[in-house]
């Protein structure tokens, strides 16, 4: 991410990069077992497979040179492979002296004979000079637009220099992970050949990684070589076109490059990336093959005029042998996956049975469990929840709602979900039950019951929430009466139930059926006053009257009496189902607990330690 050519810009990011530099003295393995690389990926997936190597260069010619060599020595194991070289024009500055303005030109023919000696016998080699001078933002963006699902670009900037075994590190990768369906996941946007080294929400950290993650997931760009992947590229060129021309910024909070952008503004492209594969959630492919090697490394050339070089940033994988098998590519399940905060994320986790959701819950490592029920909740609602969730660290929590293909979408970007339709196929009848043909109203209310069941008694206390409330805080309300197994709330769907043997006892296989039975009684009474509330009054009309929370213990109410934010210390804030989206959206910022965008995407990254 290092813009380039502007005396103040490189300047600026040169010394932020060489201060990161020297917290980045990594310590290197010496792993011992050797081996050499056995694959040699000559077989093309298909007709249409397209490998376009887009060089962007400006005014260093020395580092272009270098890089150009690299890219031309590189083994492509007899595949055509094109090269595309952008080459941007020199900015007239106000007032130069004819002097300064013949040197300059001088310096674009010398560019440009260069590129045109370069012998590129791989594949086709195409120059683009442009007239004006467009920046790094234009340089990238305008790189490429994908002329088909089967094209694949390759990104280097000119002070880049590659190892020989790139391009077949990379085909390799482009075979796993992209044509390869049992290996694919849409999810992902690309691979970074440099070394991974900083965390973007935590004020750029350097990254740590165990010594025998080879190959990993993370959210973030890697500028110094980055191989793109088609779909994703067009739908941000696409995201991008929308939002720049309505005048949206790409401000991320907690993100460091949003300082960058606060600073540099358009001239560089990653804060717009990096808020669009924030907002869904995408992830790219990283290697780490320890002792500081990687198959594409920064020289960090200063512009040719300013500052000093700072040098290369890791050192290069040269040629075989190898101390492991680059081409050793693990399966995509066997990958970790980690977000902006460098915390590892775990996506995919959808329970469909109660097995699955034992092993959701076992995987939370956690006593306590909460269960966010999202059947009456508008999505807008329950992604705000999401980033409250997220703000305040409540990430034991297991989703479940009629809304699969949110569900869906929840389990991608990490959270356990249950798909309630699944776990009713799997289990079937309840009794003389037939679940699948009962109405929603039952379905749902058996689903919640057995979930409550389960939980307890895989050992956990449980509590089951409503997706129209925020835990403020993170916390939720302490049983008042600590002796007691289980507590509700009246008029919110809220309830608490310890794992004991008495509340086993009483919330067994057979309560669960009497719910089931009680939700379809109220169904045929047509009671909707009673439906509205639910779940909770089902309780109260199959368990009696039991320990109950006040109003005023479990939170607050927004509506006509909401007190001012700064009079509230309630754990939880709630509303009524039947508030509109928008007048939620109204009273929630004033309590600053509105956290997402236009586009449901939370507002900022929030990294605990
Ligand atoms: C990585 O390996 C090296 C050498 O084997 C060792 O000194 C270092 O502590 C290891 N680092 C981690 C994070 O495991
Ligand atoms: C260049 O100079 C002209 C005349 O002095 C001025 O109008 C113009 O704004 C300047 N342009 C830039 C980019 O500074
Ligand atoms: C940003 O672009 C996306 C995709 O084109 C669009 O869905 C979204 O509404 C845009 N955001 C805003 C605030 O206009
Ligand atoms: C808690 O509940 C138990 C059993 O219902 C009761 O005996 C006890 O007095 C209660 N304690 C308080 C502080 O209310
Ligand atoms: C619903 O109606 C049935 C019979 O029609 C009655 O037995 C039952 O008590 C009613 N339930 C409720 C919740 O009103």
Redesign the pocket.
Known sequence: MQPKGRPLLSILVLVSFSSLFLLFSYRSSSSSFRSSISLSPTSNPNSRFTFIIKVLTYDRIASLRRCLRSLAAADYAGDRVHLHVLVDHFRVANGSSDSTVDSQLEESRQILDLVDRIGWPHGEKIVHYRTANVGLQAQWLEAWWPSSDDEFAFVVEDDLELSPLYYKFLKGLILKYYYDPANFDPSIYGASLQRPRFVAGKHGNRLQLDNETRIFLYQLVGTWGQLLFPKPWKEFRLWYDENKTKGIKPFLQGMVTTGWYKRFGERIWTPWFIKFIHSRGYYNIYTNFNRERALSISHRDAGVNYGKTIGPDSSLLEDEPLDFNLLELPPLRNLKWYDFCFAETFPGRVAGSFDELRSIVHSMKQNKLVVISLYQTTEKIARNLICNLEKDGLLNVVFVGGDTELLLDLARRGYGVIDSNKLISSFGHDKSMDLQHEADFVRETWVKASIIQKCLEFGYDTWLIDGNMIPNGGSLPELPNSSCNLAVAKDVELLFVKSRPSSLKIWNSEYVHKMAT?SK??L??N?QL?RDESFMHLIA?TLGEKERFDHSSIGLKLGDATPKPSESKANIIFWDRQMTTASVQVELERFGMWLIDAESSCTSVVCRR
């Open positions: 009680a009684f109220l045929a009474n009671s009673m009309m």
